[in-house]
């Protein structure tokens, strides 16, 4: 009994990783700058790699902003031709809410003031344009193409628009655009 309490005492781990850490003992120094190189290296990786949700996350605000301003089509512009954010997807819904203001705003003029509502129109059709050519998003593009149709009937172009709104319903059969 004794000899096996002795031998439960004994710990043959905590022996195996004392002899382990005297061999690596002269390489401590190398050990430990090796380590902080490696947490530096991993703490630029992580750095590096939340730059773009950042820029997405300001982009956000700008739009959130920019829907709550009084003059949002000026803000939406604003955002939508911002250098800093045209890459981000919040860049491209504010160009295509440029697009709707301004469509909306040249239909309601329509027979009030034809050349306002031409203006309007053909902002709108130049952002319908640009969110079409600028994104890869099949939701968004499909979006533009509707409003792009919308806008040839406005601007009474029948054939056309027939056209575009086969185009944006052959593109989402069996969804609810």
């Known amino acids: 009994m004794n000899?096996?309490?002795?031998?439960?005492?004994?710990?043959?781990l905590g022996d195996m990783i004392a002899e382990k850490m005297a061999a690596a003992e002269p390489y401590a120094a190398q050990i430990f700058v090796g380590t902080l190189v490696g947490l530096a290296i991993l703490?630029?990786?992580i750095w590096y790699a939340s730059l773009p949700d950042t820029?997405?996350?300001?982009?956000?605000d700008s739009y959130m902003a920019a829907l709550g301003d009084r003059e949002s089509e000026?803000?939406?512009?604003?955002?939508?031709?911002?250098?800093?954010?045209?890459?981000?997807?919040?860049?491209?819904?504010?160009?295509?809410?440029?697009?709707?203001?301004a469509l909306r705003r040249g239909s309601e003029m329509l027979f009030r003031d034809r050349k306002?509502?031409?203006d309007n129109l053909k902002t709108a059709e130049e952002a319908f344009k640009d969110v079409e050519s600028r994104t890869s998003?099949?939701?968004?593009?499909?979006?533009a193409q509707l409003g792009l149709?919308?806008?040839l009937e406005v601007t009474n172009k029948p054939e056309d628009a027939k056209?575009?709104?086969?185009?944006?319903?052959?593109?989402?059969?069996g969804t609810t655009l």
């Open 3 to 12: 000899q096996k309490r002795q031998q439960l005492q004994h710990n043959t």
């Open 43 to 45: 703490g630029g990786i």
């Open 55 to 60: 820029l997405s996350a300001k982009a956000w």
């Open 74 to 101: 000026v803000a939406m512009e604003k955002l939508a031709e911002n250098e800093e954010f045209k890459s981000t997807t919040a860049s491209i819904w504010a160009k295509l809410s440029v697009g709707e203001i």
């Open 116 to 118: 306002d509502a031409g």
């Open 137 to 143: 998003d099949a939701e968004i593009k499909a979006r």
């Open 149 to 151: 149709a919308k806008v």
């Open 163 to 173: 056209k575009a709104f086969e185009i944006v319903a052959e593109s989402k059969k």
